[in-house]
């Protein structure tokens, strides 16, 4: 695929008032989601979930792509047309999480390195065939007083920009995604420190990999205090420290950076984009990607229940419509008591 195909649908996935919607929970990560409801893992439940997520009438208004899972990008809607097969006949590009989880770093006590490099070429080949045109594979970084080690994060630097040249390769648009976790006590200062020297780390190793960086997008963590703080920053520095990072670190040829929610509140996470946005000037498009902050509301109206699939819906359309405000600043508050 010419790069210019490449730089295209990485800009349709940033097109204005749109995002993504990570809905590529891994088996055990969907179950501790539906062990928040009371409802079983099971095969069955994991599609009415999704079908009822994907079937969101309105949905393609506000969201550009959808990252599937590996079992629901070969299962089919309801009505029986796969689902790559329906967000594509929606205007909603399917994508794919291609990356095989976190793996303890050996030798590196409390790091993580992301594993799935071996065979990712004949598996992209088969998830394009699919219909996926967008993956994504995710790295963690834990902080604390003395992680991460500048090894941790070089070594998954280096995995992802491995990833992200097989991924153009084979004509799909790599969402590179380092996230820096908001676990912990630490000062939005070090969260700061830590998230710079991850994404320079990043984009050395892009480079050196030859990957065309307007083909891609960066998914990423916002500059946070961490959870357990007791001095958490308000949105404002939020958001003026995260635009900072971005623009000492992310090349102006990226199309989009698209955010993680990261356990972020879905009203935080919203608030904090619209704040960025408004205070603009950078050169690449700011958006979503949101997992929880997108879909809390609408697992929480569901529980399980058929007669609550349109109660669902609804919750994950008013949430998509929110963060599409708040990729032109447009959001308020206010609009959270709106009808949904
Ligand atoms: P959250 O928004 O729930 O952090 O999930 C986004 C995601 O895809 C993490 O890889």
Same mark, same amino acid.
């Given at each position: 695929?010419?790069?210019?195909?490449?730089?295209?649908?990485?800009?349709?996935?940033?097109?204005?008032?749109?995002?993504?919607?990570?809905?590529?929970?891994?088996?055990?990560?969907?179950?501790?989601? /539906?062990?928040?409801?009371?409802?079983?893992?099971?095969?069955?439940?994991?599609?009415?979930?999704?079908?009822?997520?994907l079937?969101?009438?309105?949905?393609?208004?506000?969201?550009?792509?959808v990252?599937? /899972?590996?079992?629901?990008?070969?299962?089919?809607?309801?009505?029986?047309?796969?689902f790559p097969?329906l967000l594509e006949s929606r205007?909603i590009i399917p994508?794919?999480?291609?990356?095989?989880?976190?793996?303890?770093?050996?030798?590196?006590?409390?790091?993580?390195?992301?594993?799935?490099?071996?065979?990712?070429?004949?598996?992209?080949?088969?998830?394009?065939?699919?219909?996926?045109?967008?993956?994504?594979?995710?790295?963690?970084?834990?902080?604390?007083?003395?992680?991460?080690?500048? /090894?941790?994060?070089?070594?998954?630097?280096?995995?992802?920009?491995?990833?992200?040249?097989?991924?153009?390769?084979?004509?799909?648009?790599?969402?590179?995604?380092?996230?820096?976790?908001?676990?912990?006590?630490?000062?939005?200062?070090?969260?700061?420190?830590?998230?710079?020297?991850?994404?320079?780390?990043?984009?050395?190793?892009?480079?050196?990999?030859?990957?065309?960086?307007?083909?891609?997008?960066?998914?990423?963590?916002?500059?946070?205090?961490?959870?357990?703080?007791?001095?958490? =920053?308000?949105?404002?520095?939020?958001?003026?420290?995260?635009?900072?990072?971005?623009?000492?670190?992310?090349?102006?040829?990226?199309?989009?950076?698209?955010?993680?929610?990261?356990?972020?509140?879905?009203?935080?996470?919203?608030?904090?984009?619209?704040?960025?946005?408004?205070?603009?000037?950078?050169?690449?498009?700011?958006? /979503?990607?949101?997992?929880?902050?997108?879909?809390?509301?609408?697992?929480?109206?569901?529980?399980?229940?058929?007669?609550?699939?349109?109660?669902?819906?609804?919750?994950?359309?008013?949430?998509?419509?929110?963060?599409?405000?708040?990729?032109?600043?447009?959001?308020?508050?206010?609009?959270?008591?709106?009808? =949904?």
């Amino acid at each position: 695929m010419p790069a210019t195909e490449l730089a295209s649908i990485a800009a349709d996935l940033v097109a204005a008032n749109k995002g993504i919607l990570a809905a590529d929970e891994s088996h055990p990560t969907i179950e501790k989601r /539906f062990t928040s409801i009371d409802v079983s893992n099971t095969e069955e439940n994991r599609q009415a979930y999704r079908n009822m997520l994907l079937t969101t009438p309105g949905l393609e208004e506000f969201i550009s792509g959808v990252i599937l /899972f590996d079992e629901t990008i070969r299962q089919s809607a309801s009505d029986g047309t796969p689902f790559p097969e329906l967000l594509e006949s929606r205007g909603i590009i399917p994508g794919i999480k291609v990356d095989k989880g976190a793996k303890d770093l050996a030798l590196f006590p409390g790091e993580k390195v992301t594993e799935g490099l071996d065979g990712l070429r004949g598996r992209l080949a088969d998830y394009h065939s699919v219909g996926a045109r967008f993956t994504k594979w995710r790295a963690v970084i834990e902080i604390s007083d003395d992680l991460p080690t500048m /090894f941790a994060f070089n070594a998954n630097a280096h995995a992802l920009a491995r990833y992200a040249a097989l991924s153009q390769e084979a004509g799909l648009v790599p969402i590179v995604e380092p996230e820096v976790l908001m676990d912990g006590a630490h000062s939005i200062d070090r969260c700061d420190e830590v998230t710079r020297a991850v994404l320079s780390s990043l984009f050395e190793h892009l480079k050196l990999h030859r990957v065309a960086l307007d083909g891609l997008l960066l998914k990423t963590n916002m500059v946070l205090s961490g959870k357990k703080s007791s001095d958490r =920053a308000d949105v404002q520095t939020v958001a003026t420290k995260t635009v900072a990072a971005l623009t000492e670190t992310v090349p102006a040829e990226v199309p989009g950076v698209v955010f993680l929610s990261g356990g972020q509140t879905d009203e935080q996470a919203t608030a904090h984009l619209n704040a960025m946005n408004r205070i603009g000037g950078f050169p690449w498009q700011l958006s /979503f990607s949101y997992g929880r902050a997108l879909q809390a509301p609408a697992l929480a109206a569901w529980k399980g229940e058929a007669a609550n699939v349109e109660a669902g819906q609804k919750a994950l359309y008013h949430r998509a419509k929110l963060n599409g405000a708040a990729r032109s600043g447009s959001y308020e508050p206010a609009m959270e008591n709106e009808a =949904a």
